[in-house]
Nanobody
Framework: QVQLVESGGGLVQAGGSLRLSCAAS????????MGWFRQAPGKEREVVAA????????YYADSVKGRFTISRDNAKNTVYLRMNSLKPEDTALYYC??????????????WGQGTQVTVSS
């Protein structure tokens, strides 16, 4: 069982930046592809970004390309999401997820509890 704990969310003005972190309990963290998802009130959960086990390949939703960067540090069992040029429409609960696979495509096996990001206009 992999436990994932997100942190780094908060309230920020439009145009600002945040960095989310997701710490994993699993010693074999490098065996897991990782993803960041978000869910806004009244909307379905959507993928934001994903990264392969080695970090060599990444995926971004069109809505965040050029603004968000996903990265990972396998020595620290942590995946990050750097968010720049934030917009009010980025407001959501952000989750990280893990999949024991070389592929970052769903389905994911483990989920964190989420961290809230609120962007004011």
């Amino acid at each position: 069982q992999v436990q994932l704990v997100e942190s780094g969310g908060g309230l920020v003005q439009a145009g600002g930046s945040l960095r989310l972190s997701c710490a994993a309990s699993e010693r074999t963290f490098s065996s897991y592809a990782m993803g960041w998802f978000r869910q806004a009130p009244g909307k379905e959960r959507e993928v934001v970004a994903a990264i392969t086990r080695s970090g060599g390949s990444t995926y971004y939703a069109d809505s965040v390309k050029g603004r968000f960067t996903i990265s990972r540090d396998n020595a620290k069992n942590t995946v990050y999401l750097r968010m720049n040029s934030l917009k009010p429409e980025d407001t959501a609960l952000y989750y990280c997820a893990a999949r024991r696979s070389a592929s970052y495509y769903p389905p994911y096996d483990y989920w964190g509890q989420g961290t809230q990001v609120t962007v004011s206009s």
